[in-house]
């Protein structure tokens, strides 16, 4: 399996973009529709990878099965993902020809505004939570409605709506409010494959120690009570990949927020983000991105 990367937002707000037969484009690069007719191409966008925004795929048409941290789920037409900011997630598409989805993307800050506003789509948000699923499959006429919005998003943008980002937003927020609505959904969900419950805690405590330098195979397997040989090929039977290799892209999808964010040292970023010393953290850093991290820095200060 090739290695998993992260694949930073660029916009500081929300960014939306199709994949039909019509357009092909992704602008995560540069913020420009770019052609994707080669499989070469594309084949980045179809890794293991993380955010650091909250993505948001609505599917169109096609087959595909959609992994998420541990859970994989065979979508279908109406079907919505919804994945956390630095998740791990992959789409495996049988055929490209007829595969059909629009993504957009929300900043964490921009997310935050929501919720402040709108008291009842954060319960919204925690019920969707509780159900353990990643995805949710919107009602006919839901479906054609969150459509609706987000063609009018592009057209606005396309007629220059960035200079009317209130009009932009307040169309996103639309848009959330239906996906999140309970109403809104239907309640069979198609899940190839459910997480047994020890596998979610095992998730939750990796998020909540993830900064924790003590993190190891050798310390989560004596806190869950497990032989670490078996916790280790437990985690990959789940994961699809092994353990250290999801808490190094864990933490490494935080140390490139840190680094946009510019308020620390490099040394500093390493270090709060769990590694032991800037080494190590250098060395994973550059195989995993292909670049150092003081490049990277370099490059968002300009």
């Not at 987000?150 to 960035?162: V, Y």
Request: overall charge neutral.
């Amino acid at each position: 399996m090739k290695q998993p990367i992260f694949m930073p937002i660029i916009s500081e707000d929300f960014d939306l973009y199709y994949w039909s037969e019509n357009l092909q484009s992704h602008n995560w690069v540069k913020n420009s529709d770019k052609s994707l007719g080669n499989v070469s191409d594309i084949e980045p966008l179809f890794r293991l990878h993380s955010h650091d925004a909250m993505e948001f795929l609505i599917f169109l048409g096609g087959e595909c099965d959609f992994f998420c941290e541990g859970k994989t789920y065979n979508l279908r037409k109406g079907d919505v993902v919804i994945i956390p900011p630095y998740a791990v997630h992959k789409a495996n598409v049988k055929n490209f020809d007829n595969y059909e989805r629009v993504m957009f993307t929300i900043s964490t800050h921009l997310m935050a505004d929501f919720l402040s506003i709108s008291p009842s789509m954060k319960e919204d948000i925690v019920y969707q939570k509780t159900q353990g699923s990643y995805v949710l499959n919107l009602n006919s006429q839901k479906f054609q409605d969150v459509i609706s919005l987000l063609q009018d998003i592009t057209i606005r943008r396309k007629n220059g709506g960035e200079h009317h980002s209130f009009a932009l937003h307040y169309l996103l927020f639309q848009t959330l409010q239906l996906i999140f609505n309970p109403s809104s959904s239907n309640p069979d969900l198609n899940k190839k494959n459910e997480l047994d419950q020890r596998f979610v805690s095992i998730l939750e405590y990796i998020e909540s120690h993830l900064t924790d330098t003590d993190l190891s195979l050798d310390q989560i397997s004596n806190h869950f009570h497990l032989n670490k040989y078996y916790f280790s090929h437990y985690f990959k039977g789940n994961m699809n990949f092994p353990f250290y290799r999801y808490v190094s892209l864990k933490r490494l999808a935080r140390a490139v927020t840190m680094i946009k964010q510019n308020q620390h040292s490099i040394e500093e970023i390493a270090i709060k983000c769990g590694f032991t010393d800037y080494s190590s953290f250098y060395r994973l850093f550059k195989k995993e991105y292909n670049l150092s991290p003081k490049n990277l820095q370099k490059e968002f200060r300009k």
